[in-house]
DNA sequence: AATTAGCACTCTCGTTGCGAGAGTGCTAAT
DNA sequence: ATTAGCACTCTCGCAACGAGAGTGCTAATT
């Protein structure tokens, strides 16, 4: 380890102060570290120590005659230099591996689960965006006649997803007319991404070149950077937390991941831009999000890199148990990579199939 | 209008308290009345009225010498007697209007939005559930080979609504076959409600059984009580409220919102008995529902009595606009009807112009 | 030189007391 | 039946105060 420029007690007692205010939520004092632990230590050492800690930034009074609680930096150096990194036990891993082996398997099924997982785990505010398919191409196209003009148009692409979208055309269109229609346009533009699909050429029939370009639409919103679907779960966790009794605070933290405009720009400026299986924690605003000044979150993307990714993570207290919730949103996310692996995957193998 | 015990001068001054407390969120006295109204009484009467109300259980006072404010039942009968009902004014119903002529023709997004605007116009919190389609019928059934032994199954109700569900076969089939199966099966159900798929019998040939069961599965699924589907808005709205800005009521106003089997248990012993149409108020807990004891909601069911229906409705403090948000429910309600009833009606149509 | 015991000091928090103000209830007059 | 007038009650904000918690500093100890 590098010299940080603190001695090995001063670490001892800041990771002991953060784990005790993490717990307890009141300033940690010195008898009470004391108490707690046996150190091999005076309380005015400890004193001694929690002074230069406070100097450094590290920690903070609340008021001249309290004990201390660590500051955003103090939970920053914590975070990156003290906390060891630990794997969740064995049975929370089973237990969770297991809700989702017991659940449909859909898309929006998941999702609902992992974010109940990482709410129930982390006592925290859940989110978690469904997997955004880059470069998805398409699959299969269907035309249903519903009645008279209206119809449902139903697109499935390669990864699996399915979207629809309901028209009402300008005249009545025959059943038989619209499927022939629809497999035209499935033969035409099997296995296309958008470019391709944007790149066909007229067919000089209406209804066709019509549908084309909704396909075309359809494909393009379903590729824009945050996926539209964005589930939560565990806002009652949050308004449980002491420091969010205050109701001013309580609404600062549930902006967040109620308004859209805001926490698709806070995703964007984060995790947007960060690997597959890195987990990246915002403490406190960090100077950036007003909002966040009395929270901190855990989050991760999860998918294939340039195939299908998707963001998960946890919402707390900037005193939150960030080991622990670490792990959780790790763990949480490689479960989701690998259902998004397994029903990505090799698309070109149906191909073989079909060959048969 | 009947003898309800209360003379004319009771119910206007019942009225105004009401109607006072909730714009200010104080207790009102009978001062305050005089210098907003100019009512031709002195403020002598008018504690003499408020004296015999509160006897009668329509007010109460927090403490000796405040202002009185309304009891629940006094809400009770200021909406069931007092109220005028008034419809929304035009401005507003455009604007609403307009809004739902400008979203993409699809059910989630005409449930966002719905609540969004719930949540708007109520300042409230607002619910809505996506229209339970009863007896819906089989229009189409689509089977698509993802990779290997992976498909995805899509199913098409004759109401428009598309269900979808991902399997893994015992071992690969080529699309071929699916689509062949799938078309058999197509032929077999078409129009059929989930009886008469229940009744088809064997076919003779284990993947077409099997798919036949999933369908009836997925049939199965959409057709219970309550919509999987619930849309919830502006819970924001609600902390901002005087009467949660200590943390434990709002805790108890959100838990209803956002724990299901709760809101699933007060929705079917109220909302899902009453007709399209009516709304429902429920103020305070009514000695049901502990959770509600600050609250009152605004509920309404849409859609078509027996084929597809919905719950949409607002939560607020007790102290809430009844009259402007009854209007906005119903208004609301009566919107997402008519978008039901477009698009699910006369389902015979299809077969018409498939004649042609 | 580092640690510690001891103690004075500071600040919070809960309690108490008090006065002003708001609003009522009652009585007596209209 | 209504109202003016007034005494009464209760809340609320403020100040004072003491107990308790926890620190910072100094002087003694290892």
Redo the contacts between chains.
């Keep these: 380890m590098p010299n940080t420029g603190l001695t090995t007690r001063q670490k001892l007692i800041l990771s002991l102060i953060v784990k005790e205010f993490t717990r307890t939520a009141q300033p940690v004092a010195s008898n009470h570290l004391l108490s707690e632990y046996n150190l091999d230590l005076s309380s005015a050492t400890i004193r001694n120590e929690m002074a230069v800690l406070v100097e450094i930034g590290y920690l903070r009074q609340p008021h001249t005659s309290a004990g201390r609680i660590p500051t955003e930096e103090g939970y920053r150096f914590f975070v990156g230099q003290l906390m060891q990194q630990t794997e969740l036990p064995e049975p929370t891993r089973r237990s969770i591996t297991e809700q989702f082996s017991l659940t449909?398997?859909?898309t929006d099924e998941w999702m609902r689960l992992a974010a109940s997982v990482l709410a129930n785990e982390s006592q925290g505010a859940s989110l978690v965006t469904a997997p955004q398919h880059i470069n998805a191409q398409f699959?299969?196209l269907?035309l249903?006649?519903?009645?008279?003009r209206?119809i449902?148009m139903?697109l499935?692409m390669?990864s699996?997803e399915?979207h629809?979208?309901?028209?009402?055309l300008a005249e009545?269109?025959?059943?038989?007319t619209l499927s022939a229609t629809a497999n035209t346009i499935t033969r035409l533009c099997t296995n296309q991404d958008i470019k391709g699909v944007t790149a066909i050429s007229s067919q000089n029939d209406a209804l066709t070149d019509d549908i084309i370009r909704m396909v075309k639409d359809l494909m393009h919103q379903s590729t824009g950077e945050i996926s539209a679907d964005i589930y939560r779960d565990g806002?009652?966790n949050v308004?449980?937390q002491p420091e969010?009794?205050?109701?001013k605070h309580?609404?600062q933290a549930?902006?967040i991941l109620?308004e859209r405009p805001l926490l698709e720009s806070l995703l964007s400026q984060t995790v947007l831009n960060s690997d597959i299986g890195v987990v990246q924690v915002i403490i406190g605003g960090e100077g950036n999000w007003e909002e966040l000044s009395e929270c901190s979150m855990v989050l991760a993307r999860y998918g294939m890199n340039g195939t299908a990714t998707g963001t998960v993570g946890v919402l707390g207290p900037i005193r939150m148990r960030y080991g622990r919730n670490i792990s959780t949103v790790r763990f949480v996310a490689g479960l989701l990579s690998e259902i998004v692996m397994e029903?990505h995957?090799?698309?070109q193998?149906?191909e073989k199939?079909?060959d048969?």
């Design positions: 449909r398997p859909e699959k299969h269907e249903i006649s519903l009645r008279g209206q449902l139903v499935v390669t699996g399915v629809q979208q309901m028209l009402t009545p269109v025959a059943q038989e806002l009652l308004l449980t969010f009794s205050e109701s309580a609404r549930l902006r109620e029903t995957n090799l698309p193998n149906v199939f079909e048969e």
